[in-house]
Antibody
Framework: EVQLVESGGGLVQPGGSLRLSCAASGFTFSSYEMNWVRQAPGKGLEWVSY????????YYADSVKGRFTISRDNAKNSLYLQMNSLRAEDTAVYYC??????????????WGQGTLVTVSS | QSVLTQPPSVSGAPGQRVTISCTGS?????????VHWYQQLPGTAPKLLIYGNSNRPSGVPDRFSGSKSGTSASLAITGLQAEDEADYYC????????????FGTGTKVTVL
């Protein structure tokens, strides 16, 4: 069974930093591209960042470019999101989401349960 | 701000049919990119509902169907059930944006 479990969320002051983690199990993590998607309270979904299976290709949404860094450790089956210079508008539930392959290519076929990041003084 | 527009809400009585539109442009849906749909039940993570415009993953009831035409896509729910009350999001690819993944604005489906 595919499982994605996020951790690392919490309350942080504006300008602060936080590192999110996503532990993957139930599939060959090193073969899949991964993403972070966020959802502000009461709002819609926003794609945040993508990383290829090897980590060699990375993309960011304009809203986080230059402040967030996505990375992965295939030996530890883990995905990370380093968030710096946090702003109030970064307050959201952050989901780890697997990129679909084959027939479901282009989708986010599995999601974690999410971790809440609150940026407030 | 999302480049895919959905109605904020739709509602219907049990057993009825409702549809949700997802309107894009020539840089996303109109460019031929596939549209996918997600269902988000209250307090839970999104779940893939429709992929490749009109295909259902295993386990998704055939009450859910998707279609795409021109710069828009639609999700239809027939035989609406109380358990279908949720938020629904379309998702596609946009060639004008960094990273290119885009979601719709989301639609709340209410079962009357």
């Amino acid at each position: 069974e595919v499982q994605l479990v996020e951790s690392g969320g919490g309350l942080v002051q504006p300008g602060g930093s936080l590192r999110l983690s996503c532990a993957a199990s139930g599939f060959t993590f090193s073969s899949y591209e991964m993403n972070w998607v966020r959802q502000a309270p009461g709002k819609g979904l926003e794609w945040v960042s993508y990383i290829s299976s090897s980590g060699s290709t990375i993309y960011y949404a304009d809203s986080v470019k230059g402040r967030f860094t996505i990375s992965r450790d295939n030996a530890k089956n883990s995905l990370y999101l380093q968030m710096n210079s946090l702003r109030a508008e970064d307050t959201a539930v952050y989901y780890c989401a697997r990129d679909g392959r084959g027939a479901v290519a282009g989708t986010f076929d599995y999601w974690g349960q999410g971790t809440l990041v609150t940026v407030s003084s | 701000q999302s480049v895919l527009t959905q109605p904020p809400s739709v509602s219907g009585a049990p057993g009825q049919r409702v549809t949700i539109s997802c309107t894009g442009s020539s840089s996303n849906i109109g460019a031929g990119y596939d549209v996918h749909w997600y269902q988000q039940l209250p307090g839970t993570a999104p779940k893939l509902l429709i992929y490749g415009n009109s295909n259902r993953p295993s386990g998704v009831p055939d009450r859910f169907s998707g279609s795409k035409s021109g710069t828009s896509a639609s999700l239809a729910i027939t035989g609406l059930q109380a358990e279908d009350e949720a938020d629904y999001y379309c998702q596609s690819y946009d060639s004008s944006l960094s990273g290119s993944r885009v979601f719709g604005t989301g639609t709340k489906v209410t079962v009357l």
